[in-house]
């Protein structure tokens, strides 16, 4: 591909498809061994990305709606109550009750 020693393609995508495609090239065998170090960290960390980029698309397609919500599903399954364990107290007498 393109001529050189080495090559690498990364496609760049959003919730729509892809953006552009990324191609690095070259022939110096240490400038490929750190492209294809961060192109992996880069294949690694996409996928998270897209899928916050899709959970924004939703929240904005349902705010064109009128939908609105406090919270996205995440931020519910990994709020605050999710860690906290329930311990019942008892209910407090009437204030008038003393």
Do not use: C
Not at 72 to 90: K, M, T
């Amino acid at each position: 591909m393109l001529g050189y020693k080495h090559t690498l393609a990364f496609d760049v995508r959003n919730v729509r498809g892809t953006i552009y495609h990324l191609v690095f090239a070259t022939d110096n065998d240490a400038g490929f061994n750190i492209m294809r170090d961060l192109y992996a960290r880069a294949a690694r960390d996409h996928e998270p990305m897209r899928r916050e980029a899709r959970e924004r698309e939703r929240q904005r397609r349902e705010e064109e709606r009128g939908i609105r919500s406090l919270f996205s599903p995440e931020e519910v399954a990994a709020g605050p109550l999710a860690e906290v364990e329930y311990q019942h107290e008892p209910p407090w007498p009437p204030f008038d009750a003393e």
